[in-house]
């Protein structure tokens, strides 16, 4: 037999316009999430965080869902995404994040904005929809993980621990958004330091999601070359410096030591990039593993993206 | 119905390119996309190597995972259970070409000639063009269909019929009289990647 599969091919169809869409549903989701349960556990004091996290649901979702248009190969027929909600995890996604928007949209638009709707007095239906919204939020969040984790072949995403990575970053770096909206907004100073602590827990655990992914990801025989194009291969700079250096260490200290104002705003916006360059990360480093066929390792899967670079242009006459 | 399968002898194969040639002639596929390829490995080293040519396809899956990350149903199967996709239901989302397990699948933005940019284009190639947007088209996903067409003449599939060393079989897979049940039946056919549950119909004899 071979050796161990060590190489793969890079799946180059889902990059950059993908992992901003994958981050912004994080955000909003998280940011609703986080704002519905301050309006459920916090008192009047916490009306304005919990309105800016409710706020910031819907406009998040809508930007992303402007980018996967963007992505289409067939923009035009977008409106046929839903056809198979039974199998494809892309049709219950958009199902989920159509819901959310609904949801996320009147809870907005019938407590914040334009004007203090029905909602503002009455407390049990705002919850009622709070929490429907919620559900929603965290499908959202969620079922990013799965529709990645479906693809069998690329092992690095065929795992349980997707979508939990997910929803740890979604809700620190949807925590992250209201911090950094709150801050000009005037949320109270304890208001901010709770929520910075919170916030700093949530990245303990996403530092410990994200270390059992890449571990998980190294033991697995299929998914060790993806573990180590992200760990020391093209991607390293973006886990190490975008996700676990600007993304979770340098906002961790600050929200703890850093105190308030200017720090609280660099800690969020780092937090923020660190999110973007998570989603960069899982989905740069996918590759679709070797085939194996009578002992023979097949790694290279050809399929070039630019056969013959040189042929592009009119040779000088 | 027919259940049509294709298995390819490795021993015979040789690894000439015939069958991608074909293919591309056959499909007028642009630049980069290959639905019938040829991979190469090497086991062993030097001196004590051997190397060996491994000819893929589309598999045409009984249980294509395709077909279920598809959201729209532009995948589906024909009563012949042949993979094939409706390109007006597809919106070019790609993730077919994740789920594939054998990177059978490609997406095209734009159609692009084999010559340099700016030169007109030659008569063959307006043809070429206008093949493939009408069959195939531009930003949707595409793959390997049997030779749909071709068979619908009555000729053989452009790979079949191309390789020099006959190390490909087309054939039914229900009919347990065919050469290709007979092949696998009697000379060790196996399926690439049987763990992920496809149950793959392009089957290989192995290369000793």
Redesign the interface.
């Known amino acids: 037999m071979g050796s161990a599969k060590l190489e793969g091919q890079v799946q180059m169809e889902w990059r950059w316009i993908i992992a901003v869409y994958l981050f912004l549903a994080g955000v909003g989701g998280g940011a609703y999430l986080a704002g519905v349960i301050a309006d459920f556990f916090g008192g009047p004091d916490w009306m304005l965080v919990s309105k800016i996290g409710v706020f910031l649901g819907m406009p998040c979702v809508l930007i992303g869902c402007m980018f996967l248009l963007v992505d289409l190969g067939n923009p035009v027929k977008a409106w046929r995404v839903w056809m198979k909600p039974g199998t494809s995890w892309m049709a219950r996604g958009t199902i989920i994040i159509v819901v959310f928007m609904i949801f996320a949209a009147i809870h907005t638009a019938w407590w914040i904005w334009p004007f203090p709707g029905p909602l503002a007095e009455n407390e049990s239906a705002r919850h009622f929809i709070g929490i429907i919204g919620a559900v929603f939020a965290f499908l959202t969040v969620v079922y990013t993980g799965l529709l990645l984790g479906y693809n069998q072949p690329i092992a690095l995403w065929n795992t349980a621990l997707l979508p939990v990575l997910f929803f740890v970053s979604a809700i620190s770096t949807g925590i992250m958004a209201v911090m950094f909206f709150g801050l000009g907004l005037g949320v109270g100073e304890s208001q901010l330091a709770l929520l910075a602590k919170i916030d700093a827990i949530t990245m303990v655990f996403e530092l410990f999601v994200l270390i059992v992914f890449l571990y998980n990801a190294y033991r697995t025989i299929e998914s060790r070359f993806s573990a180590k194009r992200i760990l020391v291969g093209p991607v390293a700079s973006y886990l190490w410096l975008g996700v676990i250096v600007c993304g979770l260490v340098i906002p961790f200290c600050l929200e703890l030591w850093g105190g308030h104002g200017i720090a609280v705003t660099i800690a969020a916006l780092l937090g923020l990039f660190g999110g973007l360059c998570l989603r960069y990360t899982v989905l740069a480093g996918g590759t679709i593993g070797a085939i194996e066929a009578a002992g023979f390792e097949f790694a290279r899967i050809d399929r070039p993206k630019d056969p013959m670079p040189a042929m592009g242009k009119v040779p000088p006459a | 119905m027919a259940r049509y399968g294709m298995v390819i002898d490795?021993k015979r194969c040789y690894g000439c390119y015939s069958c991608v040639m074909a293919c591309k002639l056959a499909n007028h596929t642009p630049?980069?996309v290959?639905w019938s390829?040829v991979?190469?490995?090497?086991?062993g080293e030097y001196p004590n190597s051997v190397r060996?040519a491994?000819p893929?396809l589309c598999n045409q899956c009984e249980e294509p995972?395709c077909?279920?990350?598809?959201?729209?149903?532009?995948t589906y199967q024909t009563e012949d259970k042949i993979v094939r996709i409706d390109k007006?239901?597809?919106?070019?989302?790609?993730?077919c070409?994740?789920?594939?397990?054998?990177?059978a699948r490609?997406?095209v933005?734009e159609w692009k000639s084999?010559?340099?940019?700016?030169?007109p284009l030659s008569d063959y190639e307006k043809y070429s063009k206008q093949a493939w947007e009408e069959k195939s088209g531009?930003?949707?996903?595409t793959k390997c269909d049997f030779c749909i067409d071709r068979r619908a003449e009555g000729k053989e599939c452009a790979c079949v019929q191309a390789c020099p060393a006959k190390a490909r079989v087309f054939g039914d897979l229900d009919d347990p009289e065919s050469e290709i049940s007979y092949l696998i039946k009697t000379k060790r056919g196996?399926v690439?990647?049987p763990e992920?549950g496809t149950e793959p119909k392009v089957y290989?004899l192995?290369?000793?």
């Open positions: 490795l630049p980069g290959f390829r991979l190469r490995g090497e086991m060996q491994l893929v995972d077909l279920k990350v598809c959201p729209t149903g532009a007006n239901k597809c919106i070019g989302c790609k993730y070409m994740m789920a594939c397990p054998y990177g490609y997406t933005h084999y010559f340099p940019e700016g030169l531009v930003g949707v996903s196996f690439l990647r992920m290989y192995p290369p000793r």
